[in-house]
C-alpha cells in the first residue's frame, strides 16, 4: 500500500501513516513489528533517544534491503540531553545507533524551560550540516511556540502532540496550521480508551471499520500525521488501512462532538 505524504513547509514530504516505536524494545518483538509494517506498506518509523530502541531500528531498516530513501525515520533528543553541547554530541550518538548519516525528522521531545532554547539552536545547526532533513519539536503549546519566534532563525516544521477524537486541541491545530506547521498525533487511539464510546461504534459499524480505524482516518482527514503504536501483526495492518473510505460532513460532525479533552499521556499544559 502506498500510503500519502504531506509536504512539510522545507519541502520534505512524511507519509501520513507511521508506527509509533514506543515501549517496543524486545529484539524479537521489535523485529517481527518492523517486518509486519514493511509488509503493510510502512515507510515511517518514529523512535527517540528514550525509547532505548534506536539500534534496533538501524539494524531493522538494514536488514531490511529496502534503500536508505525510501524510509522516513524520526528520532527525538531526550531532555537530559538538551544543550549547547549535550544535543549535538547525544544526535552523533543517535545516528550511531539508527546506522545512517542523517534523519528525516528531528524532534525536541519536551519544551524543557530554558534548556529548550539552547537545544533548539542546536537543531538548526543540525540541519543546516545536513544531519537532519527537518527539524520540529513535540508537547509544545501554542505558548512554547510564540516564544519560540524570539529567538528561533526558523520554526518548527512539525509538532508532534497527543491527538485524537477525544482531545482534538482545535486551538493549537489552527495555530500550527496558521504557521505551516504540521501535527504529527501520538496516541491517536488513545491507548484504547473511549473505544466503547457509542458514536464512534455507530460510525465505524456503517462504514464496516473498528472504532480504531475510525479514529485514525478522523486525523488523516484533518491533515495530521498519524503515527499509531503496535506490536501486533494484524493491528499494524489495521492500522494503515485507512484509505479505502471517507468519512462525510455528518460522521465528522459528530466526532467533533465527543472531543471531551481526555490526555492519556503527560501534560505539557502548565509548563512554563
Same mark, same amino acid.
Given at each position: 500500500?502506498?500510503?500519502?505524504?504531506?509536504?512539510?513547509?522545507?519541502?520534505?514530504?512524511?507519509?501520513?501513516?507511521?508506527?509509533?516505536?514506543?515501549?517496543?524494545?524486545?529484539?524479537?518483538?521489535?523485529?517481527?513489528?518492523?517486518?509486519?509494517?514493511?509488509?503493510?506498506?510502512?515507510?515511517?518509523?518514529?523512535?527517540?533517544?528514550?525509547?532505548? $530502541?534506536?539500534?534496533?531500528?538501524?539494524?531493522?531498516?538494514?536488514?531490511?534491503?529496502?534503500?536508505?530513501?525510501?524510509?522516513?525515520?524520526?528520532?527525538?533528543?531526550?531532555?537530559?540531553?538538551?544543550?549547547?553541547?549535550?544535543?549535538?554530541?547525544?544526535?552523533?550518538?543517535?545516528?550511531?545507533?539508527?546506522?545512517?548519516?542523517?534523519?528525516?525528522?528531528?524532534?525536541?521531545?519536551?519544551?524543557?524551560?530554558?534548556?529548550? =532554547?539552547?537545544?533548539?539552536?542546536?537543531?538548526?545547526?543540525?540541519?543546516?550540516?545536513?544531519?537532519?532533513?527537518?527539524?520540529?519539536?513535540?508537547?509544545?503549546?501554542?505558548?512554547?511556540? =510564540?516564544?519560540?519566534?524570539?529567538?528561533?532563525?526558523?520554526?518548527?516544521?512539525? $509538532?508532534?502532540?497527543?491527538?485524537?477524537?477525544?482531545?482534538?486541541?482545535?486551538?493549537?491545530?489552527?495555530?500550527?496550521?496558521?504557521? $505551516?506547521?504540521?501535527?504529527?498525533?501520538?496516541?491517536?487511539?488513545?491507548?484504547?480508551?473511549?473505544?466503547?464510546?457509542?458514536?464512534?461504534?455507530?460510525?465505524?459499524?456503517?462504514?464496516?471499520?473498528?472504532?480504531?480505524?475510525?479514529?485514525?482516518?478522523?486525523?488523516?482527514? $484533518?491533515?495530521?500525521?498519524?503515527?499509531?503504536?503496535?506490536?501486533?501483526?494484524?493491528?499494524?495492518?489495521?492500522?494503515?488501512?485507512?484509505?479505502?473510505?471517507?468519512?462525510?460532513?455528518?460522521?465528522?460532525?459528530?466526532?467533533?462532538?465527543?472531543?471531551?479533552?481526555?490526555?492519556?499521556?503527560?501534560?505539557?499544559?502548565?509548563?512554563?
Amino acid at each position: 500500500m502506498k500510503v500519502p505524504e504531506l509536504t512539510i513547509v522545507d519541502g520534505v514530504t512524511i507519509p501520513q501513516v507511521g508506527l509509533g516505536l514506543w515501549q517496543n524494545t524486545d529484539p524479537a518483538e521489535f523485529a517481527g513489528a518492523f517486518s509486519a509494517a514493511l509488509a503493510a506498506g510502512y515507510r515511517h518509523f518514529d523512535t527517540a533517544q528514550i525509547y532505548h $530502541n534506536e539500534q534496533l531500528l538501524g539494524d531493522a531498516w538494514r536488514a531490511s534491503g529496502v534503500a536508505r530513501e525510501q524510509f522516513f525515520l524520526t528520532t527525538k533528543i531526550h531532555i537530559g540531553s538538551f544543550g549547547t553541547r549535550k544535543t549535538p554530541k547525544s544526535f552523533t550518538g543517535s545516528l550511531e545507533k539508527l546506522q545512517t548519516e542523517y534523519v528525516d525528522l528531528l524532534l525536541l521531545h519536551f519544551p524543557v524551560p530554558i534548556a529548550r =532554547k539552547a537545544a533548539w539552536l542546536q537543531l538548526e545547526k543540525i540541519k543546516a550540516a545536513g544531519g537532519a532533513r527537518s527539524i520540529g519539536v513535540s508537547n509544545f503549546t501554542i505558548r512554547h511556540l =510564540k516564544e519560540m519566534e524570539s529567538y528561533a532563525s526558523e520554526l518548527p516544521s512539525v $509538532n508532534q502532540v497527543e491527538l485524537h477524537v477525544f482531545l482534538q486541541q482545535p486551538e493549537l491545530v489552527d495555530y500550527c496550521r496558521e504557521r $505551516n506547521i504540521i501535527i504529527e498525533a501520538y496516541s491517536p487511539l488513545a491507548h484504547g480508551k473511549g473505544m466503547g464510546d457509542p458514536i464512534l461504534n455507530e460510525i465505524a459499524k456503517k462504514y464496516d471499520k473498528s472504532p480504531a480505524q475510525i479514529m485514525l482516518r478522523w486525523c488523516v482527514q $484533518n491533515g495530521f500525521v498519524v503515527i499509531p503504536k503496535s506490536v501486533t501483526a494484524e493491528r499494524i495492518s489495521a492500522n494503515i488501512n485507512i484509505f479505502d473510505f471517507t468519512l462525510d460532513k455528518d460522521d465528522l460532525a459528530k466526532i467533533k462532538g465527543i472531543n471531551r479533552n481526555l490526555r492519556t499521556c503527560w501534560d505539557p499544559t502548565y509548563v512554563p
